[in-house]
């Protein structure tokens, strides 16, 4: 690997290796540009460092910890959070579905929310070349939105349990169903400048981190390609502070590296640290929040999840967990409520199961023991559905301070009104289709999923903090790209998105540069 | 409880090439931890968590498969955190300090007796009230007692059912997968998937 001296000006510093980082680094090391990322975790060989347990597994997890406030309070750590080279991609599921075009125009629609500065089709070239790169296993043509320009590189994923349990449950009330889309690998899969990575095994284990490399993951996918173009990774170093200079531009980033710091000159900061991290350290520094937007806005998807217990055997550890999809409830004829949701069967793990049936369910003692008695017939489905933007969820520094010495970050999460509504809806069609398919002891458990917003993108520099081509209003070597510039939570699972707004961001950089 | 699946499948396939060589490390490095003496909690406070937890999982304190509690001390030890908690409640070691207090005050309320002399159905009776919120003491009005019980029950959970042998109860092996699975549809098993031997469908 190409390296660089703290003292040399690089092109650029990238602060943060998940979706949202590891794309444009990759793009700008391609072009030709000094590019060094630094990333507050480990940088993991999965075969020799991922362990089939999820405990011991939980190392994948940002698990510094935050204060969880407001009605519904949101539980970081495993549950959204991901630390080390690969960023949270390192145990997302894999889902990989597109947004389709009227996500990014809620509010011109239903007078809701927000509309973003950029459309679907800014994002669809980027769309047709990740699910290239990435090797997507998908269905072609795919049933919902927009005809496409590519068709899906590998076929489907095999049905596991649980999905198949939604395709029966869902045909016999004539809900339409797909084998979803998943950025794992059906059949083996050669990348340029990365190599083969085999097909998946169906350990089911993605979000406690795969260990075969089936899983596209960005720690497999784009860094590598990043380090073959010439661009430098530096784990372990938390990025705490910048320099500026009399305009205003960041001249260096300060980092602390085995307790000590030291400082990176650069031309230019592509902040890439997530809903949660990027906002904090913008308000440590007092930077780029002119527009008083910093941390505010704050969403998480609607992500309701339906549990059963079936006659059959399931064993629902099995398979790629989310592998049968339903679009059909995007725009729900009936809706008491703006925008919609997707449904998506998913798999389990046991540890995590019996955490939601503790925390959840209350359930303990000998009835908790029985419930876990049936986790081989447990399958599962669950929703992730449109959050609306609101000015009293936000994020704010509290004077405690953290493991890293900073102070921690304090978040508060009401769900509104209409994600209770949109809620409330998804839960009576998932119980339907739950027990079409035969479900006994059907259980729900209300969750908000995902981590969105707090430095949203706009076109106008009092109402939003960056651009939309991802440069701040204010500091004009600074860009952010990563979940928290959605405008809105789009209603379909973030990762492949900010992967595409990655890419974008970057080729709009290059070209200005140019 | 009725046994649904034989016992001993983990123990069997640990030492095989179905286990990775990390998963291997890091599950006996886990069954040895069960040996391991306390050091956060002094030694009333141990023993007073030890039997919280076993009532949670309803294990026989006499005849435990894993105390829980050693795993908890560890952690606290280790000032370690999952990420985050409730705003409105205590750091983590401070929690756990105060929630054990909560339940021995409850206890002499309640009995006029330290918990751990009370019968497993006082037992269970107080946790119950702590979870509901309905419990007495001083100590809930200053810490929100079904905030401290979903906090500890989901530690507690966690712990339990991350240890092979419990996993083995419930007809898991997952951690035996270096060679991937195949029968992944609905009632497909794979050769060393263990069967149910006594069944009784949901
Ligand atoms: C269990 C789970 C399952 C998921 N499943 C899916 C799914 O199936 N499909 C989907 O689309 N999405 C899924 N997601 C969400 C998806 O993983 C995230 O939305 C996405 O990875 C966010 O990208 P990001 O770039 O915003 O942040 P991240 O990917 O989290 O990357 C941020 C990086 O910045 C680093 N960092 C933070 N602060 C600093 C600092 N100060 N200095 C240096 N580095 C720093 C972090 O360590 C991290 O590596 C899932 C998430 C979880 C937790
Ligand atoms: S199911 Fe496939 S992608 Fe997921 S962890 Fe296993 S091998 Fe990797």
């Known amino acids: ?514 | 409880m009725q046994q649904r699946y034989a016992s001993g499948t983990v123990g069997a396939l640990i030492d095989t090439n179905f286990v990775t060589p990390v998963t291997r490390q890091v599950l006996k490095e886990r069954m040895a931890m069960a040996e391991a003496k306390p050091c956060f909690f002094d030694s009333p406070a141990f023993d007073l968590l030890s039997i919280v937890c076993d009532r949670l999982m309803a294990q026989d304190s006499e005849n435990r498969i894993v105390n829980v509690a050693l795993f908890i001390d560890e952690r606290l030890k280790n000032k370690t955190s999952d990420g985050w908690r409730y705003n409105t409640m205590p750091p983590d070691e401070k929690m756990y300090l105060k929630g054990i207090n909560g339940i021995e005050e409850t206890a002499n309320l309640s009995f006029k007796k330290p918990f751990s002399q009370l019968t497993i159905s006082q037992q269970t009776e107080i946790l119950g009230a702590i979870q509901k919120g309905t419990a007495e003491g001083a100590i809930w009005k200053e810490m929100e007692s079904p905030l401290f019980f979903e906090e500890l029950l989901t530690e507690v959970t966690e712990i339990f059912f991350s240890y092979p042998l419990v996993q083995e109860e419930i007809g898991f092996v997952g951690m035996a997968d270096a060679n991937g699975w195949v029968n992944i549809g609905l009632n497909g098993r794979d050769g060393i998937e263990p069967e149910v031997i006594i069944s009784n469908t949901p």
């Not at chain 1, 505010?296 to 049968?324: D, S, T, Y």
């Not at chain 1, 027990?435 to 520099?461: F, P, V």
Request: glycine share 10%.
């Open chain 1, 1 to 514: 690997m190409r390296s660089y001296q703290n003292n040399e000006i690089v092109d650029v510093i990238v602060i943060g290796t998940g979706a949202g980082g590891a794309p444009l680094l990759a793009r700008f090391a391609k072009a030709g540009l000094k590019a060094v990322a630094l990333e507050a975790g480990k940088h993991w060989d999965p075969k020799a460092d991922f362990a089939t347990d999820e405990k011991e597994q939980n190392k994948l997890f940002w698990n510094f910890e935050r204060l969880s406030a407001g009605k519904d309070p949101i539980p970081f750590g495993k549950n959204n959070s991901g630390i080390g080279v690969g960023g949270s991609t390192l145990h997302y599921t894999a889902y990989t579905p597109r947004p389709h075009p009227e996500d990014f125009h809620l509010y011109s629609d239903f007078g809701v929310g927000e509309d973003w500065p950029i459309t679907y089709f800014d994002l669809e070239p980027y769309f047709d070349e990740l699910e290239q790169f990435l090797g997507i296993s998908g269905p072609s043509p795919y049933p919902w939105g927009p005809p496409r320009k590519t068709s899906y590189p590998l076929p489907p994923l095999a049905l596991n349990g649980p999905a198949q349990l939604m395709q029966r449950g869902c045909k016999k009330i004539g809900i339409n169903t797909s084998p979803a889309a998943n950025a794992a690998l059906s059949a083996a899969y050669y990348q340029e400048h990365v190599g083969w990575r085999q097909a998946c095994t169906n350990r089911g284990f993605c979000q406690a981190g795969c260990s075969t490399g089936a899983k596209a993951s960005v720690d497999v996918t784009f860094i590598p390609l990043a380090v073959h173009y010439g661009a430098e990774i530096r784990p372990e170093c938390f990025a705490i502070n910048f320099e500026r200079n009399g305009t205003g531009s960041i001249t260096a980033v300060v980092y602390k590296k085995n307790g000590k710091e030291e400082r990176q000159l650069c031309h230019n900061v592509f902040l890439c640290a997530g809903t949660v991290e990027t906002p904090r350290l913008l308000l440590l520094n007092n930077t780029a929040n002119s527009s008083g937007q910093v941390g505010k806005n704050f969403m998480a998807h609607v992500g309701l999840q339906v549990w059963g217990e079936f006659e059959e055997e399931v064993r629902p550890n099995k398979g790629i967990p989310g592998g049968l999809i339903s679009e059909d409830m995007r725009r729900p004829k009936d809706a008491d409520f703006a925008s919609g949701y997707l449904i998506q069967s998913i798999g389990v793990m046991p540890v995590t199961y019996a955490a939601q049936l503790a925390r959840s369910g209350g359930i303990w003692g000998e009835a908790l023991r029985t419930k876990m008695q049936a986790f081989n017939q447990v399958g599962g489905i669950n929703m992730h559905g449109e959050c609306l933007p609101d000015v009293n969820n936000y994020l704010e520094l509290s004077d405690e301070l953290d493991e890293t010495g900073l102070p921690k970050p304090r978040i508060y999460f009401t769900a509104g009104e209409n994600q209770k509504r949109m809620s409330i809806h998804g839960e009576a069609v998932m119980r339907r289709i739950w027990t079409e398919a035969g479900a006994k002891n059907i259980l729900s458990h209300h969750r908000n999923a995902h981590t969105i917003g707090t430095c949203r993108m706009g076109n106008s520099g009092d109402k939003a903090v960056v651009n939309a081509a991802g440069r701040s209003f204010e500091v004009p070597n600074l860009y952010i790209c990563d979940n928290s510039v959605f405008p809105s939570t789009l209603a379909v699972n973030p990762a492949l998105t900010i992967m595409a707004l990655s890419l974008r961001t970057a080729d709009l950089f290059l070209s200005q540069k140019n």
